[in-house]
């Protein structure tokens, strides 16, 4: 047979795709109506995108930063796994804020019902109008920082070499985070 013992398949032989997966960060944050219940739709918006959290870390209380109202945000991050690219998972992002009532103004830092910031997608790096990853203000962020160090202080930046965690301590801002007591770190999605 013409192929066969050559790296093809033999004739009648199963061809399985290989997916590879690539591990990302988001993060969650609300500020208006049912917080809590909020970061919950958000979860459950990405476990119905293929996009399931495979570990997340506590609930955080966040002073706003910049923001033009005086409600703290309810924060955390999630780790996922996709074989989706950066635009896709942005997307898939996208339709999980619209369909929890987000509605994107002109207004910097306005109140928000949720709002998912994908911070890194494996080592991707992503410089467009609709997308940059990683994501430029994680860094210097400390509502975000903090939740990440719970599920992966080592993770590096890779402009300064810096962890999360050396990245956290080294932090200059001055805006009050706080875990939420009984909101401990999980490993899956289920329920706040």
Request: net charge positive.
């Amino acid at each position: 047979m013409a192929g066969a013992g050559r790296g093809y398949p033999a004739p009648g032989a199963t061809i399985t795709r290989v997916v590879r997966e690539t591990v990302g960060y988001v993060a969650l944050g609300s500020n208006v109506g049912d917080r809590r219940a909020n970061l919950a739709l958000g979860l459950a918006g990405m476990v119905e995108r293929s996009l399931a959290p495979t570990r997340r870390s506590s609930i955080w209380a966040s002073e706003p930063v910049g923001a033009s109202t005086p409600e703290w945000f309810l924060n955390m991050v999630v780790q996922i796994r996709s074989s989706k690219s950066a635009l896709e998972v942005l997307d898939g992002l996208l339709d999980i804020e619209r369909a929890a009532g987000r509605i994107r103004t002109a207004v910097r830092n306005a109140p928000r019902t949720l709002d998912l910031d994908l911070l890194t997608l494996g080592d991707a790096t992503v410089a467009s109008e609709r997308l940059t990853l990683p994501h430029p203000r994680m860094w210097q962020r400390r509502f975000v920082l903090a939740p990440l160090a719970e599920i992966d202080p080592d993770l590096v930046n890779p402009g300064t070499g810096k962890t999360v965690l050396q990245s956290l301590r080294e932090l200059g801002d001055t805006f009050e985070v706080r875990r939420l007591p009984g909101a401990v770190a999980a490993p899956d999605s289920g329920p706040l």
